[in-house]
């Protein structure tokens, strides 16, 4: 363990007990200060958000040893977490036990445990996918649904490409209709592939599956595997593939095109109206890099059009991305415009 490791674990004892989740958190918030804070509720829900910023605002002041040790706990759960994707729970229990002792480390572990950090399949996502996609080909597709759906989309991705045709797009579908994942099956599905592999694993009730994670699945792999799982879904569930097209490509991705394939799309899309529209909430790396794509009068004219534009309904930002979206989608079909894939099918000469 390293020295900064050690010292960031032993310094200062654990919170009061008496503290809620939320209370600890809106303590976080008031210690990290406005500017760390304020990046930090970026990646939190509306809900999260709301909740805790609640909490801070009925706090009317938090004590500075208050803060310490809750940031104190946070640091301990983080490391904790990384010795945990370094070598394991017993690598990580026997970390925390050398530097803190068995009643705090087993307190660590316990918070560890309890939060989102720490997936099932842990010894999946440890493995080649190449070897762990065999493998899942004698698995029931529900089987394989339920552990590529507890994968990082770049795993996934590779597995399910390595599938035979017919038995990823049964899975694939299998992935984006999966809600909840009760801790009896994933438990049971779990031990009996760690026995088969010999490898070791985490248990965890969490969410698993759903339509975003197939959709963060197929933008990672070749463009021909998504093609055939699309249209073969295409025919057997019209409605589900269509709800995938409209999500495999959202508008913030269009950042990610190179400038010729931008300058095509642009061509397409109406200037004056749409444009502007849907940049309303855009990134502002967004806004600059289309505006580079434009003619300097264009560009002009874009910046005056979205100062004048004035509050508008969400919805109508939402239905001009959504026609921007479109066009993209269409000219990368008709092979007017490269989008960038995963599994590195397509190649520029």
Known sequence: MSERASAVLSAGP??????????????????????????????????DIEAVMTEVANSN????????????????????????????????????????????????????LASSQVRPFGFARRSDPVGLSNFLQGEHPQTVALVLAHL????????????????????????????RASPEVVREVEQVLERKLATNAMLEDARAGGLSTLVQILNRVDRGTEKSIIETLADQDPELADQIKKQLFVFEDIVNLDSRSLQRVLREVDLSRVLPLSLKVASDELKAKIAQNLSERAAQNLKEDMEFLGPVRLREVEEAQQTIVAIVRRLDEEGEIILSRGGGEDIVV
């Not at 010795?83 to 918070?111: H, K, M, N, V």
């Open 14 to 47: 654990s919170p009061s007990p008496e503290l809620t989740g939320r209370q600890k958190a809106a303590a976080l918030i008031v210690a990290l200060g406005v500017d760390l804070a304020s990046r930090v509720l970026r990646h939190l829900g509306d809900n």
């Open 61 to 112: 002041r938090v004590p500075a040893d208050t803060q310490k040790r809750v940031a104190q706990e946070f640091l301990q759960t983080v490391l904790a977490h990384e010795f945990y994707q370094q070598g394991g729970l017993e690598y990580a229990r026997s970390a925390l036990d050398r530097a803190l002792g068995t009643q705090r480390a087993g307190g660590i572990i316990q918070r560890l």
């Open 152 to 179: 990082l989309p770049e795993q996934a991705a590779a597995v399910l490409g390595g599938l035979p045709p017919d038995l990823r797009v049964d899975v694939a579908r299998r992935v984006a209709l999966m809600d």
